[in-house]
């Protein structure tokens, strides 16, 4: 059966990169769905991407209008069985194994068009797993987009070995002709490519604040002067989230037992204490 051009989406999360994906499906004129578990999440997601936008208008990237518009193509579900005319679903939520695979097979079976494309924001977990929650993994591939989302151009594409060729090429051209996001692909393995590099060396990072061996603000301030890096790696964990990297780098180390991935004491502390970055307030910087 051909498949459509892609007009409705679904996301699942308005979390930092739910709210982040929905935005620039709305900003492209797609019609975008967002499932969050209560109203009250929701209303957060809602103003989370209002925020965005309002940002996108004060930077002049954005008129009032194209505002008011992409607002209109938002609406906020807490019902999965919503979704059941979507012809994309990008899933963002936690960085939870056990809890993408309840939601892939809730969705397999709320989504009937055969041509719809199930894709995951995941940093981590292998696709396959949220393939085979399916019955029909061929329409499950990996959409990794990055934070914060209306900045940033790329778009990780990760294909498994059940993903079929019609399903990524669909994916692909919606991330690249629809949301002009530039597309790499990925084989399906732990942390895919960026995550494999950037994993790796946050961490080293923590480990270095965690010996003594320079303070924050130095190990920040040095990757910054001396790299050109837009942010040092301690505020960039802030930014992407302490318990979404210790999650990540779990996974990553349960799948190559490389030692570099296995997440430092003073992250695993940091996330017991509820220190988790910029979106609870606080982790190696105060915000407020
Ligand atoms: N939403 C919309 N626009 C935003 C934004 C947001 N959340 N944050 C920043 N912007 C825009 C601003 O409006 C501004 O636009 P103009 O230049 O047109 O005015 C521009 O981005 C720059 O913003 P600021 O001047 O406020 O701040 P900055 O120059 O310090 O940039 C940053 C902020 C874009 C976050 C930049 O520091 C940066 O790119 N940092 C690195 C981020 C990064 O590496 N992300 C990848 C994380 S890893 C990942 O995502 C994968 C994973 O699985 C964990
Ligand atoms: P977040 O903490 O900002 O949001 C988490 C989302 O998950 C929220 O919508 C929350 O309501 C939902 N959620 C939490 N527990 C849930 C549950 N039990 N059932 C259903 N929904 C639940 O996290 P985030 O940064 O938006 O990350 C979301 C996904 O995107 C993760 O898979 C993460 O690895 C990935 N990702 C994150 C970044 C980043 O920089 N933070 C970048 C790329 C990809």
Avoid at 11 to 22: D, H, N, R
Avoid at 71 to 82: E, G, I
Avoid at 105 to 123: G, H, I, Q
Wanted: net charge negative; proline share 5%.
């Amino acid at each position: 059966m051909a498949s459509q051009k892609i007009t409705r989406v679904g996301v699942i999360g308005a979390g930092q990169m739910g709210a982040g994906i929905a935005e620039v499906c709305a900003r492209a004129s797609v019609d975008v769905l967002v499932y969050e578990s209560t109203r009250e999440l929701a209303a957060a997601g809602r103003s989370r991407v209002m925020r965005s936008l309002d940002r996108g208008v004060s930077s002049g990237k954005l008129t009032e209008r194209e505002r008011e518009q992409a607002a209109w193509r938002l609406r906020f579900t807490s019902d999965l069985a919503d979704f059941a005319d979507r012809q994309l679903v990008i899933e963002a939520v936690v960085e939870d194994e056990a809890v993408k695979i309840a939601i892939f097979a809730e969705l397999d079976k709320v989504v009937t068009d055969p041509t719809a494309v199930l894709a995951s924001n995941t940093s981590s977990i292998p696709i396959m797993k949220l393939g085979m929650a399916t019955q029909n993994a061929a329409r499950v591939v990996g959409m990794h987009f990055f934070n914060p989302v209306p900045v940033l151009p790329l778009v990780e594409l990760v294909t498994t070995l059940m993903t079929s060729p019609e399903v990524s090429e669909r994916a692909e051209d919606f991330a690249r002709d629809v949301l002009g996001k530039q597309v790499v692909r990925s084989a399906d393995r732990s942390g895919f490519v960026v995550n494999a590099l950037l994993v790796p060396y946050l961490l080293s990072a923590i480990r270095m604040v965690e010996s003594g061996f320079a303070t924050v603000e130095d190990i920040d301030k040095a990757m910054v002067l001396g790299c050109a890096h837009p942010m040092g790696p301690l505020r960039l964990t802030d930014l992407v989230g302490l318990d979404t990297v210790k999650a990540i780098a779990d996974k990553m180390y349960e799948e190559f037992k490389e030692p570099l991935y296995s997440p430092p004491p003073l992250l695993m502390r940091m996330v017991e204490a509820g220190r988790i970055g910029k979106k609870a307030g606080r982790g190696f910087y105060q915000y407020d």
